[in-house]
């Protein structure tokens, strides 16, 4: 093992506490996306106090930030996600995300100058369906950077990701009020069109390919039962292997939402709520740095199978590894049977296998930025 690997590691571990500290304080104020104020000032804290500059709002985005150490040659980016999944809390690990960047940052900032580095934290909000990463890189963040990383929690740890592409929209109806017993025939039933829109999506996944996804969730389909709904809402994901492959695969799904709006006499308002998320282009040498680390910390990667297919899972750092080397490795926090995105998985994104998993993907992150460095 390296000096500067020794160096990195024992930094983490004299912030081991204060990491998990920060962890446990985002896993028990969870804010939604664009919503995460609270965080985004705590994340940095300790960066601050480790001589990182730090520029809350970056680039205009309130919940935002940027923090960097050193001017090294060689630029390493940390990723730190800290939005929670809305009604579920940190069902996907984001507080644990923020704090393995954080602790990553904090170990190579020790070696910085030894190794040549310029060690760069990029707190990015929204990920869970906002693209924060993607208003930050059409804003410039990114540019020029050598490598860029984060660790996702997951049941089991799986080196490389491979999420699909997917498009976020908001799906509203416009129909007419009346009342449901005494004049029917006045109202236009806005529900109804959802109801139209998802036997129409359901009958196309016949035709879809096997690898694509459509699903979503009616937010808002009326008042009271004897009140024919005036309005719908909800918030529909398209998800392909590629960004192309999605281009082609969207406006078939957008039709069976036209197909409501025909049927029941309604107006249809689809919105984009963020610019599409990429497929992952993954940097092979970096994978493999990390690979090795996570070996020699005793790290276990999975085979195929369901556990591991969070690996699948769409994220904005894909957009950010189309302009940058990237890596986004997933880290096993014990919790089978639960899986990401259910309330028993946030249980499980405290305690102790998360607090291991935290710190060895700190770690991880860390010498893999050595790597890259020398």
Known sequence: ??????????????????????????????????????????????????GFAVTPGYLGLDTAFYASFGDGPTRIALCAEYDALPGLGHACGHNLIAASSVGAALGLAAVADDAGLTVEVYGTPAEEGGGGKIELLDRGAFRDVDLAMMVHPAPVDVAEARPFAVSHSKVSYRGRSAHAAAYPEAGINAADAFTVAQV?????????PSSARVHGVVTHAGDAPNAIPEHATGRWYVRAETLSELAALEPRVMRAFEAGALATGCELTIEPESRPYAEFRADETALAAYRANALVLGREFAPDGTASRMN????????????????????????????????????????????????????ALAWTGVDRAV
Not at 7 to 27: G, K, N, P, W
């Open 200 to 208: 129409a999506i359901g009958l196309l996944r016949q035709q879809l």
């Open 1 to 50: 093992m390296t000096t500067p690997k020794n160096a990195a590691r024992a930094e983490v571990d004299r912030h081991a506490e204060a990491l998990i500290r920060l962890s446990d304080r985002l896993h028990a104020d969870p804010e939604t996306a664009w919503e995460e104020h609270r965080a985004a000032a705590m994340v940095p804290e300790l960066l601050d106090s480790a």
């Open 312 to 363: 699948r899972a769409s994220t904005d750092m894909g957009n950010v590894s189309q302009v940058v080397p990237a890596i986004h490795p997933y880290i096993g926090i014990g919790s089978l049977p639960a899986l990401n995105h259910q309330r028993e998985f946030a249980a499980h994104c405290v305690g102790g296998e998360a607090e291991r998993a935290l710190l060895d993907g700190a770690i």
